[in-house]
């Protein structure tokens, strides 16, 4: 990896922890954004989303302070998905948010919105394009008209696509202010790199936004991780790996075992885009210790929403986010700036780390003494709950005497009793260590 995506990355590997919006017409039939590719559906048929789109309860505001509640500092909306309706009023279509009912632009008032509460900005934007006539269908794996004779011996102009796509990418540079993150969704089989004029457009978006990060899928997907996990990325290599609905088990490394920035992407149902039916969310305490796993391997979390069709995060979302918040509130010191811990994995939990002081997260009650595995007894200058500081007691008695290269702590009085813990889902202790075993 190189300086320059290290560099431009510093502030991304501090965040941690970010929010993703899937939003767009599909809120309407309400089946997942990929709807249209599912049921094999006309672009004409599909239109009549596009007149139904009636987003009244829009407001932007409102998810930037949920998404500051959550502890979340970043935030990545759908400026454009597969299906080619662009929330932003783009000139070179017709098909976006400025003519249907919603009548704005979208993607303008996100962007307010969300920095007027702090928050780091960016725009995920599809290179595949459902909805313009010059992008491949009869061939293509992907493509609502994929084997559909209708299109089999269509003459497309691809160029002409491209234009259009560059065109599009090149109006949310420079129309937009200063963008944090441009997420770029995604490559397959040829899809890929040059087939993009992938160097031309980096190019052109570094001349707008020098300091912009970019995802790795120009070249990648969930699938592969494309160049930048090489010895020499490509200028499109982008600068951070996109695991998707998975946390990769050791972290992500390139060939010479250096670590590169990677953000795991993850729904809280199972779709990206509103679904009515999927009610199937993972809990609060199950998507901390997540976030948690996450940074102890050196990566990022965008946790996705996909708002109604009316403009309104699900109640769900809303709930579990506003738990995340209350624990973040107390705990997120152990997140931010943090990263892998040169201490191994202890089997109740993780660490994590930043600079000398390691953070214990502990998801799992000891019986009796917590064993604080791989720090000495001497080692530990002291221990303290994160959610409080309070000190903890060291927990070294008489039964702990024959494990003598373990530091203990016990969460109650009495080191031979067993407590349960203070915080059933991931109680983090500071621990401060002596000299620099940091
Ligand atoms: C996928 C899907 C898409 C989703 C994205 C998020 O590649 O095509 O619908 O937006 O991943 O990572």
């Known amino acids: 990896m190189n300086q320059e995506i290290r560099e431009r990355t510093k502030w991304f590997m501090d965040a941690r922890f970010g929010m993703f919006i899937h939003w767009g017409i599909y809120a309407v039939p309400a089946c997942g954004e990929w709807m249209m590719s599912q049921k094999r559906m006309p672009v004409e048929e599909y239109e009549r989303y596009f007149d139904l789109f009636d987003p009244v309860d829009y407001d932007p505001a409102a998810w930037a302070r949920l998404a500051k509640k959550a502890g979340m500092k970043y935030a990545v909306l759908t400026a454009k998905h597969h299906d080619g309706f662009c929330l932003f009023d783009s000139a070179l279509t017709d098909y976006k948010a400025t003519n249907t009912k919603a009548g704005r632009d979208l993607v303008r008032e996100f962007l307010e919105a969300f920095r007027a509460e702090g928050i780091r900005v960016g725009l995920y934007f599809s290179v595949i394009d459902w909805h313009h006539p010059d992008f491949p269908k009869y061939a293509d794996r992907n493509h609502p008209m994929r084997g559909c004779e209708r299109f089999k011996d269509e003459v497309i102009d691809f160029d002409k696509y491209l234009a259009y796509m560059h065109g599009q990418v090149r109006e949310l540079v420079t129309g937009y202010g200063k963008l944090d993150i441009l997420w770029f969704d995604f490559s397959y089989d040829d899809m890929c790199g040059e087939k993009w004029k992938a160097s031309e457009l980096i190019k052109m978006v570094r001349t707008y936004q020098p300091d912009v990060i970019i995802d790795n899928r120009l070249e990648g997907s969930g699938e592969k991780n494309g160049s930048i996990a090489t010895a020499s990325p490509l200028s499109y290599s982008g600068d ?142 002291g221990a303290f709950y994160l959610a409080d500081g309070s000190e903890i007691r060291r927990g070294e008695t008489w039964n702990t005497a024959q494990f003598k290269k373990t530091a203990f702590l016990t969460f109650g009085e009495e080191a031979s009793f067993t407590y349960p813990l203070p915080d059933k889902t991931d109680t983090v202790l500071k621990l401060v260590l002596k000299g620099n075993r940091g």
């Open 240 to 381: 951070f790996a996109s695991p998707e609905q998975i946390i990769p088990p050791e972290g992500i490394r390139d060939e010479q075992g250096e670590l590169i920035p990677w953000e795991l992407c993850a729904t809280m149902n199972n779709h990206w885009g509103y679904c009515n039916c999927d009610h199937e969310f993972k809990p609060a305490d199950m998507l901390i210790r997540k976030l948690a796993e996450c940074v102890s391997k050196g990566g990022n979390m965008l946790l996705n929403v996909g708002p109604d069709a009316r403009g309104r995060i699900p109640d769900e979302s809303v709930r579990i986010l506003t738990q995340i918040g209350a624990w973040m509130d107390k705990n997120s010191e152990s997140i931010y700036g943090c990263g892998i811990s040169r201490i191994p994995k202890p089997e109740w939990g993780r660490y994590t780390q930043k600079g000398d002081i390691v953070y214990a997260h502990v998801c799992e009650a000891p019986l009796g003494s917590l064993p604080l595995y791989g720090i000495g007894p001497d080692e530990l200058e």
